[in-house]
Structures are given as C-alpha cells and as structure tokens.
C-alpha cells in the first residue's frame, strides 16, 4: 500500500519534450486514470513510473522511497501491458508463478498465490495452458492475475482493455473495478476512452501535450473543466463554446443573449454542454444540419452564428434539418473559458 | 460492370490473354532454367557419388545411379581425408561458436538500443562483405606467421569468423526485433534484473532463430575454400584438401568429396531456410 507523488518530472526524447514538468499526487488505495489522446505523453508518464524510462527532470516516490533511481523490482509495482505481453514460452501457471519465483517464494506459497489470483480472475481451468492457446479475453486476464499475485504496492496498466472487442471490454472493465477495489491496491491506469476513464477511476488526470490540464474526480471534470481543452475533450458530445463580448450592466453578451458572467476580462467564451441545453421560446438561435435520433435522446448538430453547435434533446421534440430551433442553456451549467489562456474563468 | 464487360467484342480481349499467357510461359521458362542450374549439377554429383568407380569412369553413361558405395568408402579411406574432414568440423564449430558470442549481442543492441550511427552501422556491417578477400589474404597470411597463428584451426575459424559475422549480426537483429520488448519489460517488472530477463524470457523464445543463425555460420566455414587454402598447410580442412589433390586425385574422389561437402550445407540450409529469409525483418515481423 503505497501513495505515488511525482514531483516535477519532465522528460525529453532529443529535442521532444514530452513531458513538461509534470505534478502529481496519487493517494494511496486510490484508482487514477491518466486519460489523454495518443501523444500526450500519458504511457511516458506511467513508464516513467514503472521505471522503463527514466525521467529528465524531477522525483518519482512510492511510499516514502525516492524511486526514479530504481531499476523496476526494487520499486514494489506491477504492470500489465497492451499486448499483455503473456510469455509464450510458459504455461498460464509459470506466467503468474513468475514473479513469485523471482522472489524465491515456497512453493507452497507460489501454488496457493496463483489459486487464488487465478479465482479471481475466473482462469482456474486455464492453469495448464500456453499463451498461443488463449483468446485475447483469457489473455488479459492471465496478465492481471499475473500483477495482482505479486502483492504489488502499486498496479500499473498501460490501455489494457484496448485489444478487446466492444463487449468483452465492457465486462472487462466492471470486473477490473472490482477486483482492484477489493485488492485495495493503489493503481494508475493509462487510457484514451473516456468512457472507461469516467467508470473506473477515482481520480482522472487529463492530459494534454505533455501537460496535466485537470487532475480531480470524474464529476468535477465534467461539470467543471479546468480548461477549454477539458470541456472540448471530454463529453460525447463535448462541451459547446461562444464567444461572449462585455455587455453593459456587468453581463455578458453572447449569440444575442444576455447572461451573468464573470466579473473580470472583457472577452470570454461562454461553454454548455449539449445536454444542458432546453428547448424554449428564447435562446440561441440554432439552424438545424443533421439529426442523429439515439433512442432516448436525440443528437442535434446545429449551427449557431455560423459555428458548429450540438444538442441533445428530447426524443419526442420532432425537428428536422433546416428547422431553427431556440435553445437555452440551463443557467447553473454555463462554464466561462478566458479564450487566449484556455483557463477557466 | 458485368454488362459492360460481355459487350466488348472477343477480338478485342484476345491480344491481352494472349500476351497474359506468353508472360506466364516466360515466368515459367525462367523458373525452370534456375532450378535447372542448380540441380543438374547437384544431380549429377550424386549419381557419380553413388555409382562404383568403374562406372563414374565409365561410358557411355545411363544417368543413374548404380547404388554402389564404392567411391565413398574409396574417398573416406583415402590419405588425409580423415584429418581433412576433422578440420573443418572443428574450424567450422569454433566459426558458429565465435560469430554467434560475437554477433548476437550486436544483434540485440541494433534491435533494442537507440543510438547515432545505427543504419550506418548497419550498413558497414554488411559492406564487409563487399570487401574482397584476395585483397586481404596475403596481409593476413603475413600477420597469421608473425603471431603464429598460421595453419591452425582457431586461425582460419578467426576468418572465417569474420566471414559470418555480418550475417550473424543481422539475422539476430532480426530474430530479435521479431520479439516485443514488453517481455522483457514485463520480466523486468516482475523481478528480473535486465541480464534474467534475457535468460529466462528473450532467450526461450529467440533460441530457435539463434540456432539457425548458428547452422548457417557453421555452413559458410565449412563451404569456404580460399581462406582455407591460403592460410593453411598441414591442417587442410576439407574444402582445401580437395582443392589441392584436385589435380592428381581420381575422378570417384572428387564426386564422393564433393557430395561430403555439399550434404550437410544443403541440409542446414533447408532446415533454417525460414529464418534466412527474414534477415531482412520481412518474414519474422
């Protein structure tokens, strides 16, 4: 059981910088997820973590051990892999005996510690199988059940679900956040699903060019956006943006509406997301394109001034494309972004 | 598109099947005169291997073999040819030995580590080949007396070496690259220091390939004949053995000879083919 604090930790690949001066704490027993879109430098991170790169600049410690010095076994962690990287050369046995064996475990110890992993993971029947002989399912599970038998102090996953189809990965994940609860190891978890990233984690880290943009629980990600990258990034659909102009009166002046806004600046982009939007007599005047009905909802993409604008209305609102529609966004979601930071405002 | 197609009149697609054909034909032809060239003389050598001296000496010919293994027993019991045959067992298992101790670990680091100058390195290592060794063997020869490693086995293996290297060196690349490193990496996460991961994780799963890049150095020492000659005297290995008798020996030697020396290459080869095929990381990726 340990907490992870990564303290300004930049990296650089030649003249790429790949991190930049990165902050981070990880509670202990806490799931985080660094969510983030390919090249943000989210795997640098967790590598850096597992001690497979080692970091330009900054301090990595677990627990209370200054680790970024430390070859990967001697920092009390455990990774599963992309490509699960299950040895193929070993049956399912050996491949979670393995680390067990490298610490010179009894052989009683190792039998009763891959059991009961292997339980967990529903791969008791597997036990006497090589890697060639397993689907891609089995083979995920072979790799956490290898993580989890080391007792690490910490569980590194690097897009884990990836490689399986859609609804093995939904099983998957819902199982994954059990287990790991229950295993009340502290676990960072490398993904660019959002979807995953909201239902499994305690904490998501968005990242963003070698940057955290938001640190902070799933909710307060989405309802607040620490940044114009955050609200864009997250949410299917994302967050709206329009531009607002300094109205008399302390208001805000946006698409011909009126609101109450921040006290500060003179330019701002007002942000909504499309699920906060109600169909009244008044609100943005939103030209109608395309119509995709979802069952329940319905997903509007509109134009608002000339700028993309979607909605998620209700299905029994009929509307058709070239329809102008009045939307209005529900006052205590409006989110205001300073348009030349990116920072909320 | 179907309508289309019956529509165009039958003269018209005439010239393109036609020429289609002659393609096929030339294809074919081509094939044929390769495999020709290669197994024509192999097949005549083991028609003389297996025929009794009277017949290689014989005429006219039948074209088959009259199961007689009179030439091989005339060859192996021949002066010399014992001694000659032991030579180029040890010189070529010193060869395999040395290229893969030497070139396996180059292979490793090529696939495994960055670093400036690597497709360079690459390709020097391959120019070397390219490098006539004539032009070497009498600066060599020289050397070899001054540090009286003349005429020995571990000399001409030294050579030989040198000669198996580049492919060593670029077939473990290979074999190598064609493992993610995330076994490694996961060995190492798992406890492993780098050197345990590489024994109990890369070298299971490359050992096959290693071996054949093994055989195939084997193959080269034990094919090479002008280093072989050049550098030794009394300790002839086969290839220089038979080269030097060729002018006096009788004619069921040099066939018996020559099928000792073609055999085992030829079955090395065959049973490593796969993997000489993805020295370049086309087959193996």
């Known amino acids: 059981m340990a907490e992870i604090r990564i303290k300004s930790v930049g990296k650089r690949f030649g003249s790429f910088t790949a991190l930049h001066s990165i902050d981070l704490d990880i509670a202990d027993q806490s799931f985080v997820v660094l969510l983030g879109a390919s090249g943000c430098g989210k795997t640098t991170l967790l590598r850096i973590i597992a001690g497979l790169e080692t970091p330009s600049t900054g301090e990595v410690w677990i627990g209370d051990r200054r680790v970024d010095h430390l070859p990967p076994r001697e920092r009390g962690i455990a990774m599963v892999f992309q490509n699960y990287a299950v040895f193929p050369h070993l049956t399912v046995f050996e491949n979670i005996a393995f680390g067990l064996r490298m610490k010179k475990l009894p052989q009683a110890d190792i039998d009763r510690r891959v059991k009961r992993t292997a339980e967990l993971m529903h791969i008791e029947q597997l036990l006497k199988r090589y890697s060639g002989q397993l689907s891609g399912g089995q083979r995920q599970r072979v790799a956490v059940a290898r993580a989890l038998a080391m007792e690490p102090d910490v569980i590194l996953m690097d897009e884990p679900l990836s490689n399986l189809d859609a609804l093995l990965r939904l099983e998957m994940r819902a199982e994954l956040k059990g287990v790991l609860a229950a295993s009340r190891t502290t676990t960072v978890y490398v993904t660019h699903d959002q979807v995953e990233a909201m239902s499994l984690a305690d904490r998501i880290a968005v990242m963003n060019a070698g940057r955290i943009e938001q640190a902070a629980d799933p909710v307060e990600v989405y309802r607040n956006p620490a940044t114009r990258f955050v609200g864009g990034f997250i949410g299917s659909p994302p967050m709206n943006f329009v531009p607002a102009t300094r109205a008399g009166n302390g208001g805000w002046q946006a698409a011909g509406l009126t609101f109450a806004g921040p006290a500060a600046g003179d330019r701002l982009d007002l942000a909504v997301r499309p699920e906060d939007l109600t169909h009244a007599a008044e609100g943005f005047a939103a030209t109608v394109r395309v119509i995709e009905p979802l069952g329940a909802h319905t997903l509007v993409t509109a134009e608002v001034e000339g700028r993309p604008f979607r909605a998620v209305i209700d299905s029994d609102h009929r509307v058709a494309p070239g329809d102008v529609l009045h939307l209005m966004p529900r006052a205590d979601r409006i989110r205001w972004f300073d348009p030349e930071t990116g920072k909320a405002a | ?285």
């Open chain 2, 1 to 285: 598109m179907s309508a289309a197609e019956a529509e165009i009149p039958a003269d018209l697609t005439r010239p393109v099947a036609e020429s289609r054909s002659i393609g096929r034909w030339l294809y074919g032809a081509a094939v044929a005169l390769l495999l020709a060239w290669v197994l024509v003389p192999l097949y005549l050598l083991l028609v003389n291997t297996l025929s009794s001296p009277d017949a290689v000496q014989g005429f006219p010919k039948t074209g088959f073999p009259t199961l007689d293994f009179g030439s091989v027993n005339f060859f192996l019991t021949y002066e010399g040819v014992g001694q000659a045959l032991l030579n180029s067992v040890l010189t070529a298992v010193a060869t395999m030995v040395l290229a893969i101790v030497l070139g396996a670990p180059a292979g490793y680091a090529l696939s495994r580590f960055e670093f400036k100058g690597k497709s360079a390195f690459r390709m020097l290592v391959l120019m070397t080949r390219a490098f006539p060794l004539p032009l070497l063997a009498l600066p060599l020869a020289v050397m070899f007396i001054q540090v009286h490693l003349d005429d020995t086995v571990i000399g001409l293996a030294l050579v030989h070496t040198t000669l198996a290297l580049p492919f060593s060196v670029l077939v473990t690349f290979s074999i190598f690259s064609g493992i993610p490193v995330e076994f490694e990496e996961a060995a190492w996460t798992l406890g492993c220091t780098r050197w345990q991961g590489f024994r109990k994780v890369l070298l299971p799963l490359v050992l096959p390939g290693i071996a054949a890049s093994a055989v195939f150095a084997f193959t080269i020492s034990w094919n090479e004949v002008f280093a072989a000659s050049v550098l030794t005297i009394q300790n002839r290995t086969l290839t220089a053995f038979l080269l030097q008798t060729l002018d006096y020996s009788p004619l069921p030697l040099k066939f018996a000879g020559g099928a000792m020396l073609v055999l085992p290459a030829l079955i090395f080869i065959f049973a490593v083919r796969k993997y000489m095929l993805s020295m370049w990381g086309i087959a193996n990726r």
